[in-house]
């Protein structure tokens, strides 16, 4: 094969794509299975369908590893949601070719805005919009600091207002 030819995903090992979805990279891992980038994000192996772009809160590369932290949502609030991480998953790749800048690029585009805040009571909210392929406008997000009072009423206040007041400026 040419050198500047991509190797192409073999037919058995494609996901589950949408209509106007496509494949951009891909890289196998030491078992056979694959991870497998698209234009509205990234299938891993052993986790059930696609992670959008805007669902991973962090990815790093190591070098070898590809180490992916997605988020959940774990309240819906007015004109938000609140999230969380879930376990980070490492994934070793034999050949990463192009997937590791995919990654890196495609997640850094999802987010349009985020400022991190201090709240009352100590700790602090990082407001978040991202946008999510094939939707649009933008998703706004909180994610409170660890040992944050979501619950109180006067941080949930400060939040509310500080999304708003993201919402006015972007």
Request: glycine letters at 8%.
């Amino acid at each position: 094969m040419p050198w500047w030819r991509k190797p192409r995903l073999p037919a058995d090992k494609k996901p589950p794509l949408e209509r106007e979805e496509r494949v951009v990279a891909w890289a196998q891992t030491p078992s056979g299975e694959v991870v497998v980038a698209t234009n509205r994000g990234l299938f891993l192996p052993g986790r059930p369908g696609r992670l959008g772009w805007h669902q991973i809160h962090k990815a790093v590369w190591s070098g070898r590893e590809l180490v992916v932290t997605p988020a959940q949502t774990v309240e819906q609030r007015e004109g938000y949601q609140v999230a969380e991480d879930l376990p980070s998953e490492a994934h070793l790749l034999i050949e990463p070719h192009d997937l590791p800048r995919q990654v890196y690029t495609r997640v850094t585009r999802s987010v349009a805005y985020t400022v991190h805040h201090p709240v009352p009571g100590g700790g602090g909210v990082r407001v978040v919009a991202r946008r999510v392929s094939g939707v649009d406008g933008l998703t706004w997000t909180v994610r409170y600091d660890p040992g944050t009072d979501r619950d109180s009423p006067a941080v949930r206040q400060r939040t509310a207002e500080l999304v708003a007041q993201a919402q006015a400026a972007v």
